[in-house]
């Protein structure tokens, strides 16, 4: 596609439901990244799948947090079990190698 | 550990004038990139810039521009002729440039204003 696509735009749940966000990279792009953005901050990673490669899940916050990618290409962020501290903006982005990302518009999730 | 240090919260700039936005950070590593991100309320990150590290000239695209001081670890964003688009939240990130396509790194950002 001409972007990154993410779905849904905004989505409310109530605490202790599971959800899954949703990213469609640009096709081609090897690379694709997932970061959480919480009011005030910045951008925290998450994970990230590069090629066939195992996924760099080294900033998932906890073992409620998953993700995959299949085909490489779209990929799906699960979050279980939700809690109000999992509120924030979800944003994907992919790459091509070495080159610079482009963003999704994210996801807004709201625990209530 | 890479950190990247944003420390001006918020900022504000007359339109058509000129404003910069400050940015260090802190690695051990000789080779990388550093970035800036502008973020308006639509929430989709744009590239503004990009400087690789071993390049000593200071990147440049149209209004925006770079001041980038490796020794002192400092990447300050210059915006000229500043435009009420440019109102937005503005990142700084970094990224290793010797291990692959490693993620990137972000500051916490500056909500600049551009007062009319």
Not at chain 1, 26 to 47: D, K, M, N, P, V
Not at chain 1, 49 to 70: H, I, V, Y
């Amino acid at each position: 596609g001409a972007g990154v696509s993410q779905s849904p735009s905004n989505k409310v749940t109530e605490k202790g439901k599971d959800v899954e966000l949703r990213c469609d990279p640009i096709s081609g792009h090897t690379a694709l990244y997932w970061y959480r953005q919480s009011l005030g901050q910045g951008l925290e990673f998450l994970i990230y799948f590069q090629g066939n490669s195992a996924p760099d899940k080294s900033g998932l916050p906890s073992d409620r947090f998953s993700a995959e990618r299949t085909g490489g290409s779209v990929s799906t962020l699960t979050i279980q079990r939700t809690q109000q501290e999992d509120s924030a903006v979800y944003l994907c982005a992919s790459s091509l190698v070495w080159e610079g990302y482009t963003f999704g518009s994210g996801t807004r999730l709201t625990v209530v | 550990a890479q950190t990247v240090t944003q420390s001006q919260p918020e900022m504000s700039v007359q339109e058509a004038e000129t404003v910069t936005l400050s940015c260090t950070y802190d690695t051990s590593e000789s080779d990388y990139y550093l970035f800036w991100y502008k973020q308006p309320p639509s929430r989709q990150m744009i590239l503004v810039i990009r400087q690789e590290a071993y390049k000593q000239q200071n990147a440049t695209e149209n209004r925006f521009s770079v001041n980038f001081q490796k020794a002192a670890k400092s990447f300050s964003l210059k915006i000229s002729d500043s435009q009420l688009g440019d109102a937005a939240m503005y990142f700084c990130a970094y990224r290793s440039g010797s291990r692959g396509n490693t993620p990137l790194v972000f500051g916490k950002g500056t909500r600049l204003s551009v007062i009319a």
